[in-house]
Each structure stands twice: as structure tokens, then as C-alpha cells.
């Protein structure tokens, strides 16, 4: 076992031993932590890491030397004046020898002046741990697997080395008109908010998003006039590819964010349709702040030679430090109603997201709530336009609570959401890490409660284990009578129901609330989820089985009830019978046939059939894009 070491050298940073790393080959590296850092690391789970006094120690492997050159080789951009400093060392670093260190200065590292400055205007100006362990392996052109914990700045941490490179090679060869980087993402919204970091963070590049539901020609003009970076969701990017219009030729930088939501059955084949499409003398990256040990068999498929930066590590603690952890009991019927004591209690006047896990759950809930508070819906099924304009709003802080499903659990990065509340449970530990860490953000305190009923305890218990978290318990809230009826009872009437499809500006058509083909999708069902789920270890656990179907109670339930309007709401009345429907079929129904067959109107062709191959969340994956024959999004 070798050590390398990158260190501050005095106030600067010196870049004299690179040679050292692009002789070396990684396979996990681990850091340790500056103070200051802290805050988002808790100790217990780098105990290692608190030693060092802000050294990066990379420890890793030698193995055989894999050097990538390419078009954008580092060494291009190398400056002559030594910024870094690559210690070879086989020793274990010793803090002595390596003295303090106040945090990795931006402005002191040799990249581009207008990164430097992009960033100073955003407030940025030291980089965030994931930023500084990933920069120099990046810089070398290494192929990577990077985990850290959410809202810890990974968008940076590969954002940073691409635009430096993209930029030092413009400034060698001029400006192309093909992409240099293509960043895939699971979700419209994470590909645009991916996007505008890139725009801001270098505004001499030229970027684009490419994502089903905004018209295709705008963005073939664009791509004929020319870009840098390409960000986009699969579907939309596999259209353009079909069409002439995107061409990745040239593409030496590839991101696979939230990679294992990417590689996940049902988005993997896209995935692999566009790599195919890129050169073989490439950079490839991934990240995510869930790396599914089956994950990793997978990356040796796409990556060559990579190196893994692992901030979270696996026996620790996987959600951002800042978050504090609540549940509460309920039974179904007082779900929707204790949502509102909470919010009181715990959003504090900021921000409030709410996860249901279907669209109908989601569209439902925010009507009822709507009385309220200011509240509003997102998910797959609301046409495009509304999207950006919900999620600005909730952004500008139009209104504060949103509830959503899981479309909006990875990725999204919205100032001052200070509570997160999972309506349901999640359909596996990895959506409850993203969900929960849309709060927390960048070294910021939050609050994540998760709603749970009695029969799910074991679930919950498993989500502590597999999280390695531990739920703070809240008292129950009485629910009888009054609070639920009084948020929820105009909900009542089958009508009322009818009507939540329509909410919003939907595409034509929607037929999301018709669940007549799914309910005995398998995965769903609660014994086989739980078996299916829980049985494993953790090894190729792929969502495409539903693992935590089991979790959410609602959908896993065998429909008796047929469609919505039927049993389940009439029985009960008012916004009772929204939880109550859960139980008759109507939800269950909805969620596990739901995600597939909400689709056809927005996308033409397959999506009339629906694919009940896949279950669980993740099985209808969100690609939204307009595809012909592709698979249903899920939220
Ligand atoms: N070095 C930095 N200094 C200050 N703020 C930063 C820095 N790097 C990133 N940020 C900010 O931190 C926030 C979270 O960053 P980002 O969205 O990249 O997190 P993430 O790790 O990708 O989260 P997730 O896993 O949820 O996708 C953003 O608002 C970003 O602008």
C-alpha cells in the first residue's frame, strides 16, 4: 500500500509531483478532513480523517499505470509555476510533518481566472472536501467513481476540472462546434440546475440542457451554433442523436450524475446507447451520493482504470451532517393530517418538502393542503412549463411547502428548505438519503421526518441500519376528529378526485389515475418486497425488483378497491379517504401501475405499453423525455 499526498504548501499550493499521480493507479482514496470541514462530516464516521489537520491523504493501490492522453490532457494546462504539491510517499502521513491547513483557497489554485472570479461572485471561494480530493485525479484525465454526501458540492467538484480543461483547450484551438463534456442526469430539473452551474461558474463556455418537454428544434439550433458543454437527460439526448442533430464525436468528458439512479435497470440501456456514442478516449465520471454496492461490479464495465474518492465510506453515517432525523407513528387514515402540526413545528418558517411516492399522492395532498398553506405540486405527470415554473416559484419562495415525488429527490439544490417530510416511505434507503438531503445543504441545518404507520416499522428499522442513522421518535398527533378533517374534508367526493389529475397544466389525457394494469405487478406485493428486499445483503440489489416496494405500505397493497373513484374514496369521504384509499386499492393501484400507465398522452407510441417489467420507483426511472418506445417516467 503506497500513500500519495496532496498538501497546502505554505499559503500556496505547488503542483510539483503530478508525474508521481499519473504513475500511480487509485482505486480508493479517502480524505482527511480540515476542521472547518466538520460540519459536514461527522466524526464518528471519518475518525480517521479528524487526524491529519487537513492533509488529503490518498490511499491507494498501485497497480498497472493507465495514463489517459487526450485532446484535453492535463499537462496542457499545467502552468509553470507550481501550485500543487503531489507528495509520493509510502509512508503514513504524519500531521507533524504536513502542517495546518485553513482550507483550499480557489483563488490560489491555477485555473481559469474566470472560474475563479464566477465563483467568487457566487460566494464560493475555498473548495468544499469532495472538491479539493477530486480536482488533481480529475485534472490528470483518471476516470472516477466520487461519493460524497448530498448537497457537499460534487456538481463543483467535476464541474471545476471540465471547465478548466474545456477552456484551456479552447484557448489552444479555438472554439468548436461540437461538445467537449456531456453531463446526463436522471431528471429535467437536476439537468438544468447542473447546466446553469456550469453557465455560471464559466460564462465564457457555451452550455446547454437538452431534456424532453421543451421543444426540440430550439434546442438543435443551439446545438448547430455550437457548444461546450452538453447537459441533458438520456431520452431527450438519444432523440437528438437519432435526429443528427447532437453530435458526440468529440466528447471527452462524460458525467454520469446520480450514476446509480443512471445505471439502474431501465435507464442503463440508454446510458449505454450514448457512451457507445462517444470516443473510446474519454474521461468518464460518476457520482452520486449513493453508491449501491452493485454499483460498483457495473462502473468496470464504463470506466477504465478508475479511481474511487469515497467521502461517505460504508460504515458510516450516509446523510449530510446537518440533518437531524425525526419519525412519527400514524395510522393511514392521519398521515395527511399530521402534516400540518409538523410543518408548524419543525419548517420554522422556511421551506417544506413533502414526498409522496405517486404523482396522484402528490397532487392529492397539495390540493388539501392548499387551504393552508401555500402549496404546490411537482411530478412528472404536470406538463414541463408548469415544472419550471413551480420549482421557481418554490426557488423565489412564492410558496413553502411543495410536495412532490420523487422527481424531485435527487439532485435539486433549493436555498433554505429546512424541512423534508416522506409522506411515504421510500422505496429503498438510497431514495431516503437523496430525499432527505434536499435539506442540509452545504454545511446548512435541516430536518427530515419521515411519516410511518405501525406495519412498517421493520422498514423503518432497516433504513436506520442501512442509512446508519438513528430516528429521533415523535409523539404521536391525535388525529381524530378536527386537524384532519379540517385540512383535508374538501377533498371529499369522488368528483374532487377526478379533478387532481387536471390540477394542473397536464398533458392531455393524463390517465395517471387509472390503475387497472399494474396491481399485481410483482415487487410490489408487501411479503414478496420485504423478502426481496431485505433478504439480500446489500449485493445487486438493483431497484428493478422493487426492493423497498414493501416500504411504502400503500402501494404494496393488492387493489381491491378498482379505481379510484370507486371504494376507496367513496367510503370515507374527505381527505381521510386519501389515506384510506391506500388501503382499498385505489393508491396501491396507483402506485404500482401508476408510474407506467400515466403516461401515454405526453409521449407517443410506447408508452402505451406499459412496462411492467419494472417496479418500484426507480423501475419507471424518470426519463421523461419524449421518446417513442421508451419506458414510462416514473414520478
Ligand atoms: N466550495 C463551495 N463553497 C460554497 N458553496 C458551495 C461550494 N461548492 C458547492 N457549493 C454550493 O453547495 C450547494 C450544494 O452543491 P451541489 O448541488 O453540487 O451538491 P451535491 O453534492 O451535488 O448534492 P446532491 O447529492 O444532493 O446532488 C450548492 O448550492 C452549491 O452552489
Not at 64 to 86: N, T
Not at 177 to 204: C, D, I, Y
Not at 251 to 258: A, G, K
Not at 290 to 319: A, C, E, F
Request: proline content about 4%; charged content about 25%.
Amino acid at each position: 500500500m503506497m500513500n500519495i499526498i496532496i498538501r497546502r504548501s505554505s499559503s500556496t499550493i505547488s503542483r510539483l509531483n503530478l508525474a508521481a499521480f499519473a504513475c500511480s493507479s487509485f482505486e480508493t482514496i479517502t480524505t482527511t478532513l480540515p476542521k472547518q470541514y466538520h460540519g459536514y462530516y461527522p466524526s464518528t464516521s471519518l475518525p480517521d480523517l479528524l487526524s491529519g489537520n487537513g492533509i488529503i491523504s490518498f490511499l491507494h493501490r498501485a497497480r498497472g499505470f493507465h495514463a489517459k492522453s487526450g485532446p484535453l490532457d492535463f499537462s496542457a494546462s499545467l502552468p509553470s509555476r507550481a501550485e500543487f504539491a503531489a507528495i509520493e510517499d509510502y509512508e503514513e502521513a504524519s500531521p507533524s510533518k504536513l502542517g495546518n491547513d485553513d482550507g483550499l483557497e480557489i483563488a490560489k489554485l491555477d485555473i481559469s481566472p474566470e472560474i475563479i472570479s464566477a465563483l467568487a461572485k457566487k460566494g464560493i471561494t475555498k473548495l468544499f472536501p469532495i472538491q479539493r480530493a477530486v480536482l488533481v485525479p480529475a485534472m490528470q484525465g483518471r476516470d472516477m467513481i466520487g461519493r460524497a454526501r448530498t448537497g457537499t458540492g460534487k456538481t463543483l467538484a467535476f464541474g471545476i476540472p471540465i471547465m478548466d480543461k474545456i477552456i484551456q483547450f479552447n484557448a489552444k484551438h479555438g472554439r468548436g462546434r461540437n461538445p467537449l463534456a456531456l453531463v446526463l442526469a436522471p431528471t429535467r430539473e437536476l439537468a438544468r440546475q447542473v447546466e446553469k452551474e456550469f453557465a455560471e461558474s464559466a460564462p465564457g463556455l457555451d452550455t446547454i440542457c437538452v431534456y424532453g418537454g421543451a421543444p426540440i428544434s430550439g434546442q438543435m439550433r443551439q446545438l448547430d451554433y455550437g457548444v461546450d458543454v452538453a447537459v441533458g437527460t438520456p431520452g431527450r439526448i438519444i432523440d437528438l442523436l437519432n435526429r443528427g442533430a447532437l453530435n458526440l464525436s468529440e466528447v471527452q468528458f462524460v458525467v454520469l450524475d446520480e450514476a446509480d439512479q443512471m445505471l439502474q435497470v431501465g435507464f442503463q440501456d440508454d446510458v449505454e446507447k450514448i457512451l457507445e456514442r462517444l470516443p473510446q478516449n474519454r474521461q468518464s465520471l460518476m457520482f452520486s451520493a449513493t453508491m449501491p454496492s452493485w454499483i460498483r461490479k457495473l462502473t468496470q464495465n464504463y470506466l477504465k482504470d478508475p479511481v474511487t474518492i469515497d467521502l461517505v465510506g460504508d460504515s458510516d453515517q450516509k446523510l449530510a451532517d446537518g440533518i437531524s432525523l425525526y419519525s412519527i407513528a400514524s395510522d393511514m387514515h392521519g398521515k395527511a393530517s399530521v402534516i400540518g402540526p409538523l410543518i408548524t413545528e419543525h419548517a420554522r418558517g422556511g421551506k417544506c418538502i413533502v414526498f409522496t411516492q405517486t404523482k396522484r399522492d402528490a397532487d392529492r395532498l397539495a390540493y388539501a393542503m392548499a387551504r393552508n398553506y401555500k402549496c404546490e405540486a411537482l411530478h412528472g405527470d404536470i406538463s414541463q412549463s408548469q415544472r419550471e415554473r413551480t420549482l421557481a416559484g418554490f426557488r423565489d419562495g412564492n410558496f413553502n411547502v411543495l410536495v412532490a415525488t420523487d422527481v424531485a429527490a435527487r439532485g435539486l439544490d433549493i436555498p433554505n428548505v429546512d424541512l423534508i417530510i416522506h409522506y411515504e416511505l421510500p422505496n429503498n434507503s438510497e431514495i431516503f438519503v437523496h430525499r432527505s438531503g434536499r435539506t442540509g445543504r452545504a454545511g446548512k441545518k435541516g430536518s427530515a421526518i419521515l411519516i410511518y404507520t405501525q406495519d412498517q416499522m421493520r422498514a423503518v428499522r432497516v433504513i436506520e441500519r442501512e442509512v446508519g442513522c438513528k430516528f429521533t421518535e415523535l409523539p404521536r398527533i391525535a388525529t381524530e376528529g378536527g386537524a384532519s378533517r379540517d385540512m383535508l374534508g374538501d377533498m371529499g367526493g369522488g368528483g374532487r378526485f377526478g379533478f387532481t389529475g387536471g390540477m394542473r397544466d397536464r398533458r392531455s389525457g393524463d390517465s395517471g389515475f387509472s390503475h387497472s394494469s399494474g396491481q399485481g405487478r410483482p415487487g410490489f406485493g408487501r411479503s414478496s418486497g420485504y423478502s426481496d428486499s431485505f433478504g439480500k445483503t446489500g449485493q445487486d440489489r438493483r431497484p428493478s425488483s422493487g426492493r423497498f416496494g414493501s416500504f411504502g405500505g400503500p402501494g404494496s397493497r393488492k387493489s381491491q378497491g378498482g379505481n379510484f373513484g370507486g371504494s376507496g374514496f367513496s367510503r370515507s369521504g374527505g381527505f381521510g379517504d386519501f389515506s384510506s384509499s391506500d388501503q382499498s386499492g385505489g393508491f396501491g393501484s396507483g402506485r404500482s401501475s401508476g408510474f407506467g400507465d400515466n403516461l401515454p398522452s405526453r409521449n407517443s407510441g410506447g408508452f402505451g405499453n406499459s412496462r411492467t417489467s419494472h417496479s418500484g420507483i426507480f423501475g419507471d426511472k424518470t426519463n421523461d423525455d419524449q421518446n417513442p418506445g421508451r419506458a414510462s417516467r416514473a414520478y
